[in-house]
């Protein structure tokens, strides 16, 4: 299947920008969709953003305008690029991968980064 490793979570003040990495390593050819869920503190898993196999983009609504989702398939790599951050932003993100693999579907996650946003 799919192995995902996310990197590039840290602390940042309100205002400001980051951007986190997730290798995927494996089967990367089956993957049909890769994107970023969050958990904030208190609050449930939410998707944040994801892109699918052929390039179609789909955002939360409260990061719309601020965040932006791209690849490297050369490096297998998807990366979330955020700006303007707010202290809301603040959660463990995780990235996801979907797809088939052998006649099966699937649902990979990584281990997470911590973003924190500071007011």
């Known amino acids: 299947q799919v192995q995902l490793v996310e990197s590039g979570g840290g602390l940042v003040q309100a205002g400001g920008s980051l951007r986190l990495s997730c290798a995927a390593s494996?089967?990367?050819?089956?993957?049909?969709?890769i994107g970023w869920y969050r958990q904030g503190p208190g609050k449930q898993r939410e998707l944040v953003a994801r892109i699918s196999s052929s390039g179609s983009t789909n955002y939360a609504d409260s990061v719309k305008g601020r965040f932006t989702i791209s690849r490297d398939a050369a490096k297998n790599t998807v990366y979330l690029h955020m700006n303007s951050l707010k202290p809301e932003d603040t959660a463990v993100y995780y990235c996801?991968?979907?797809?088939?693999?052998?006649?099966?579907?699937?649902?990979?996650w990584g281990q997470g980064t911590q973003v924190t946003v500071s007011s």
């Open positions: 996801n991968a979907d797809g088939a693999y052998s006649g099966s579907y699937y649902i990979a």
């Open positions: 494996g089967s990367t050819g089956s993957i049909n969709r």
